[in-house]
């Protein structure tokens, strides 16, 4: 898909977020868990989460989608115990482990990528006390209930956190996990593990107590809104000069990007379910901290999260001052910023996880290329602020993880046609 953005354009209106595709992912694993059935509400309609949904239909669970957003899944049994080399390189596919492991006692994970990949996880595994066996071109592991069992995670991996989460409320006893994950979608799946039976204790930190249920119960769950959504839109709005009320949003979750968003300039009403973008006329960044008047650095939850820093890196440029980008978590996350300086961006890259970034500097249009999924809508954003217009090509993978998106930010008043 190839589109073709006008920028300069203010937006106002209201936005809804959709759901977070990556407690959607997770949570459509957990569905699988049990024979009895599993509603899920706000399912968002991305690529991920529609691709999470073919997997389970093949795995053997009965899958009804409304029109709407409502998702029905009951899995009587699970009739393939294979993960293949395809299926592993969806987004969120090795979160199946857990309900294939416990259905199915033994599986197959068919692996021709270097395994660096899946080692947080395997590892995971083999701590948890599961039977993981390596050969050639393939992992086969075997599930082995346990009664009490403490591990510690080797980093704060969401989907390793996630899929021991899993088994833990279903194939343990008793499990203490150390070095969780807590972003709100690992809450999330927290939660619907609860109504399902299992008894989860220190949701929202990083030491989780868990109390198996066995066999899972029937449950219904709302998947909350997409807080990297939340902020992106606000960020774009402020950037344009509109002024957009973001209803259905999670005041909790954006606590720590409405403080960074300050020190820009770009100041959000908060309130517990509403984010409101008041009109923004100049962005300057009102803190020193050194060599530069801003430092923003990507950190785990409640931190600021890896997946803005594509966004915070625009605003850099927007905002008079002087800003350092760190990107702590992933590699090579700023190597987008070449494509911000070809349209105008004072922009020094020092190496993959740091840049300098001098504001304000005017942004022209300019022809993008494959976007990845964590910097397309950063992209867009540089496209929206941009003088003149801008060709964006595969745009597809902006609504990789944000559904939709084109279609409602043209209904916020952006000037952006699909080809």
């Not at 973008?277 to 785990?300: C, K, N, Q, Y």
Request: with cysteine; hydrophobic share 45%.
């Amino acid at each position: 898909m190839r589109i073709h953005v006008e920028g300069r354009q203010a937006l106002n209106g209201n936005w809804r977020p959709s759901g977070n595709p990556n407690a959607a992912l997770a949570l459509l694993a957990a569905a699988l868990l049990g024979e009895q059935p599993v509603v899920l509400h706000n399912m968002p309609r991305t690529a991920s989460t529609l691709q999470q949904i073919e997997l389970a239909s093949w795995l053997g669970a009965d899958i009804k989608f409304d029109q709407g957003s409502m998702l029905r899944v009951e899995t009587r049994q699970l009739s393939r115990r294979t993960l293949d080399q395809e299926a592993l390189d969806h987004a969120g596919a090795i979160l199946m482990v857990a309900p294939l492991l416990l259905r199915c006692g033994h599986i197959r994970l068919e692996i021709e990528t270097p395994r660096s990949r899946l080692l947080t996880h395997l590892d995971a595994l083999r701590d948890l006390g599961q039977d993981v066996l390596f050969l050639h071109g393939a992992v086969e592991i075997r599930a082995v209930p346990w009664r009490k069992r403490e591990i510690l995670l080797g980093n704060a991996s969401v989907t390793a956190t996630g899929i021991v989460l899993m088994l833990a409320a279903t194939l343990g006893e008793e499990t203490v996990i150390h070095n969780a994950a807590s972003e709100p979608h690992v809450q999330e799946l927290c939660r619907l593990l609860e109504a399902m039976g299992a008894s989860v204790k220190g949701q929202g930190s990083n030491l989780l107590h868990v109390v198996g249920c066995g066999s899972p119960a029937g449950a219904e769950s709302s998947i909350g809104p997409n807080h990297i959504e939340v902020a992106s839109i606000a960020a774009i709005a402020a950037l344009c000069g509109g002024r957009v009320t973001l209803n259905g949003s999670r005041e909790r979750d954006l606590r720590m990007v409405a403080r960074v968003f300050d020190q820009f300039g770009i100041h959000l009403e908060l309130e517990t379910d509403t984010v409101f973008v008041p009109r923004h006329e100049h962005l300057t960044v009102r803190d020193r901290a050194g060599d530069v008047d801003l430092r923003v650095d990507s950190a785990i939850w409640p931190g600021f999260p890896s997946d803005l820093i594509a966004i915070a890196t625009v605003i850099a440029s927007q905002a008079r001052g002087t800003t350092l980008i760190h990107e702590k978590l992933f590699p090579n996350r700023l190597l987008f910023v070449d494509r911000l300086k070809a349209m105008g961006a004072q922009i020094v890259l020092c190496d993959p996880h740091r840049a300098i970034v001098v504001g304000p500097a005017t942004l022209y249009g300019s022809y993008m290329a494959t976007p990845d999924i964590r910097a397309g809508l950063g992209m867009l954003a540089a496209a929206l602020v941009a003088e003149g217009p801008s060709t964006i090509d595969n745009a597809q993978a902006i609504e990789h993880h944000f559904g939709a998106v084109i279609d409602r930010l043209k209904a916020l008043g952006a000037k952006i046609s699909v080809e």
